[in-house]
């Protein structure tokens, strides 16, 4: 099947977000532009690690002197659920995170996963050929979007159940077996 690269170069809304109850939800990125809607399926440690490490990307230009401002403001936190009608385009395998100097800004590509990572093979033995055949969300957003999309990841992924005090694993609503308990139930 031939590459779709979905682009988005001013997207109306980029935003993460869930479905399903904290425990069981399924995480998505998600782009629209106009009428354009893609859905993209990811891991919560991947919208957890795209939050962080757009975080740190946008700190470190600051540093440099770009205009990235140091904080999003609240009202620019797209806080609404995800759009629907939800059709998933397709399963995250890689995400990749650029800063153009030239106009400030922050382009984002969700790769799907190939037939590999499906099958639990290890990436390091793929051909590279094999990545310029999946399909890709890209997504080009300024730093203050970029900022503001980051605060409102870290908040869909604080929002999922709360941590063991003694082990950190999270917690059910009926409770789980606690290593650091000597496996009593918490």
């Known amino acids: 099947m031939a590459r779709r690269v979905y682009n988005f170069e001013n997207p109306d809304r980029f935003t993460a977000?869930?479905?399903?109850?904290?425990?069981?939800?399924?995480?998505?990125?998600?782009?629209?532009?106009?009428d354009r809607i893609s859905s993209v399926l990811l891991e919560k440690v991947q919208v957890a690690l795209l939050a962080e490490r757009l975080s740190q990307l946008l700190a470190s230009v600051r540093e440099r002197g770009a205009g990235v401002p140091a904080d999003a403001a609240p009202s620019d936190i797209d806080s609404a659920p995800l759009d629907e009608p939800l059709n998933e385009t397709f399963k995250v395998g890689s995400l990749t995170i650029v800063w153009n100097d030239e106009d400030e800004s922050i382009t984002l590509e969700a790769r799907a996963m190939?037939?590999?990572?499906?099958?639990?093979?290890?990436?390091?033995?793929?051909?590279?050929?094999?990545?310029?055949?999946?399909d890709?969300?890209?997504?080009?957003?300024?730093?203050?979007?970029?900022?503001?999309?980051?605060?409102?990841?870290e908040d869909?992924?604080?929002?999922?159940?709360?941590?063991?005090?003694?082990?950190?694993?999270?917690?059910?609503?009926?409770?789980?077996?606690?290593?650091?308990?000597?496996g009593f139930m918490h």
């Open 136 to 153: 890709v969300v890209r997504v080009r957003l300024d730093p203050k979007r970029a900022l503001a999309f980051a605060r409102r990841a």
């Open 156 to 182: 869909v992924v604080a929002a999922g159940r709360p941590p063991c005090p003694f082990c950190g694993q999270p917690l059910n609503p009926e409770g789980h077996i606690c290593t650091r308990r000597n």
């Open 114 to 134: 190939s037939e590999d990572q499906e099958l639990g093979v290890d990436p390091f033995d793929a051909d590279d050929d094999d990545d310029q055949e999946l």
């Open 17 to 34: 977000g869930t479905i399903g109850q904290p425990g069981n939800r399924a995480f998505y990125l998600q782009a629209r532009e106009g």
